[in-house]
């Protein structure tokens, strides 16, 4: 039921969302929804645990995969953030359609922050420790910056479905950002300034 919420998310929104509605999507009936989700906040909230959950997962088998045979740190973590990008574009489309949809139905539903919240967190303490390890002044403050970041790179590729996202292109992005942010320069030296 959970996974038919998130379809329903993607493709019409949480006005979408009926009881009703995801009861047809997930083949069962609407006894069963009701039953396990006492109103469409409900199925909301857990909609966003469980997508929550299984981006976590992924994002980790992402970064146990990682280029072990890089050498520069630098690199290995902007092929981790391109990783993740395409892994949205092209794993879980609909996942991140849905993600955002109740990203925006937090501004018309303040109970759904904390899940929302809790989730986030997750992914900043995860970039945290990459920023700790590029040596940021201020890993928590990278973090943000860098999620923010990867934030927008997903947003630009769903509202111009035409331009492919090119791995190349985002790994290039994530180290110029993260060259910035962690004050090395684009070869991974420290910046110089004239």
Same mark, same amino acid.
């Given at each position: 039921?959970?996974?038919?919420?998130?379809?329903?998310?993607?493709?019409?929104?949480?006005?979408?969302?009926?009881?009703?509605?995801?009861?047809?999507?997930a083949?069962?009936?609407?006894?069963?929804?009701?039953?396990?989700?006492?109103?469409?906040?409900?199925l909301?909230?857990?909609?966003?645990?469980?997508?929550?959950?299984?981006?976590?997962?992924?994002f980790?088998?992402i970064?146990?995969?990682?280029d072990e045979?890089?050498t520069?740190? +630098?690199d290995?973590?902007?092929?981790?953030?391109?990783?993740?990008v395409?892994?949205? #574009?092209?794993?879980?489309?609909?996942?991140?359609?849905a993600?955002?949809? #109740? /990203?925006?139905?937090?501004?018309?539903?303040p109970?759904?922050?904390?899940?929302?919240?809790a989730?986030?967190?997750? +992914?900043?303490d995860?970039l945290?420790?990459?920023?700790?390890?590029?040596?940021?002044?201020?890993?928590?403050?990278?973090?943000?910056?860098?999620?923010?970041?990867?934030r927008?790179?997903?947003?630009? /590729? +769903?509202?111009?479905?035409?331009?492919?996202?090119?791995?190349?292109?985002?790994? /290039?992005?994530?180290?110029?950002?993260?060259g910035?942010?962690?004050?090395?320069?684009?070869?991974?030296?420290?910046?110089t300034?004239?």
């Open positions: 039921m959970l996974e038919a919420t998130l379809r329903l998310l993607a493709r019409e929104g949480p006005r979408g969302v009926t009881h009703r509605a995801v009861a047809a999507e083949g069962t009936s609407l006894r069963a929804t009701t039953y396990y989700f006492e109103s469409r906040e409900a909301l909230r857990e909609a966003l645990l469980h997508y929550a959950s299984t981006s976590m997962e992924r980790g088998r970064a146990a995969m990682r045979t890089a520069e740190p +630098l290995a973590a902007a092929d981790l953030l391109a990783a993740v395409m892994s949205d #574009l092209e794993e879980d489309r609909a996942g991140l359609v993600e955002l949809e #109740l /990203a925006l139905e937090i501004g018309r539903d109970e759904l922050e904390g899940a929302y919240a989730w986030e967190r997750g +992914l900043l995860l945290e420790a990459y920023a700790t390890v590029l040596g940021a002044a201020s890993p928590p403050s990278t973090a943000r910056i860098v999620l923010a970041a990867l927008g790179l997903e947003i630009e /590729a +769903l509202v111009h479905p035409s331009r492919k996202a090119e791995r190349a292109d985002l790994r /290039a992005t994530f180290r110029t950002l993260l910035a942010l962690v004050g090395r320069g684009s070869d991974g030296g420290p910046s300034k004239a």
